[in-house]
């Protein structure tokens, strides 16, 4: 069965970077279009950024300009490059499909952005 799980995650200062990754133990990300989402405490899982099949790519306006999607599926692998990190941007970040069809959520990683 296809998991998906997230790592990179950890604490940073303003204004840092972080790389996040999210490994497929199968292959998906040829065949799916895929996306990062994020949840911070006491608000709904938000989409951040999404990636077609054919490379299309879409941003959240809270990250446009500062976050880049990327995939490499020979590695089954998609990322997430960070850069210009706020507090704002604390949250536990997802992998999943476009739509976020993938049952169950992986667990997520987490980042957080503070002095």
């Known amino acids: 069965q296809v998991q998906l799980v997230e790592s990179g995650g950890g604490l940073v200062q303003p204004g840092g970077s972080l790389r996040l990754s999210c490994a497929a133990s199968?292959?998906?990300?040829?065949?799916?279009?895929m996306g990062w989402y994020r949840q911070a405490p006491g608000k709904e899982r938000e989409m951040v950024a999404t990636?077609?099949?054919?490379?299309?790519?879409n941003y959240a306006d809270s990250v446009k300009g500062r976050f880049t999607v990327s995939r490499d599926n020979a590695k089954n692998t998609m990322y997430l490059q960070m850069n210009s990190l706020k507090p704002e941007d604390t949250a536990v970040y997802y992998c999943?499909?476009?739509?976020?069809?993938?049952?169950?959520w992986g667990q997520g990683t987490q980042v957080t952005v503070s002095s």
């Open positions: 199968g292959r998906v990300f040829s065949i799916n279009a």
């Open positions: 999943n499909t476009d739509p976020p069809w993938f049952r169950p």
């Open positions: 990636r077609s099949v054919n490379g299309r790519a």
